[in-house]
Nanobody, 116 residues
Framework: VQLVESGGGLVQPGGSLRLSCAAS????????MNWYRQAPGKERELVAT????????NYADSVKGRFTISRDNAKNTVYLQMNSLKPEDTAVYYC??????????WGQGTQVTVSS
């Protein structure tokens, strides 16, 4: 199982980025897929989840209305579209999946910096 994030970078406040999480070794549509983030000096927090059951989504209150999680089953990839970015969105963003209720897999993370 491997998760590889990409798409991070430096963006001005109000800008947009799209993060990608390319998965291998399993099928993203079969599991709940998650994006977490960790800012300097803070705990890692759950940002968004897309369910394996019907593709329902959930978001942290801090990103509701600005971020959208989605998946492309053909590419076996999960995305996080981030709009109206704020400086407080600055963090390392991680893709995460738990398989069989036991095995936890994280990507290597991608840095997002929101600054003018």
């Amino acid at each position: 199982v491997q998760l590889v994030e990409s798409g991070g970078g430096l963006v001005q406040p109000g800008g947009s980025l799209r993060l990608s999480c390319a998965a291998s070794g399993f099928t993203v549509s079969s599991y709940d897929m998650n994006w977490y983030r960790q800012a300097p000096g803070k705990e890692r927090e759950l940002v968004a989840t897309i369910s394996s059951r019907g593709g329902s989504t959930n978001y942290a209150d801090s990103v509701k209305g600005r971020f959208t999680i989605s998946r492309d089953n053909a590419k076996n990839t999960v995305y996080l579209q981030m709009n109206s970015l704020k400086p407080e969105d600055t963090a390392v963003y991680y893709c995460y999946v738990q398989i069989a209720g036991l095995f936890n897999y994280w990507g290597q993370g991608t840095q997002v910096t929101v600054s003018s």
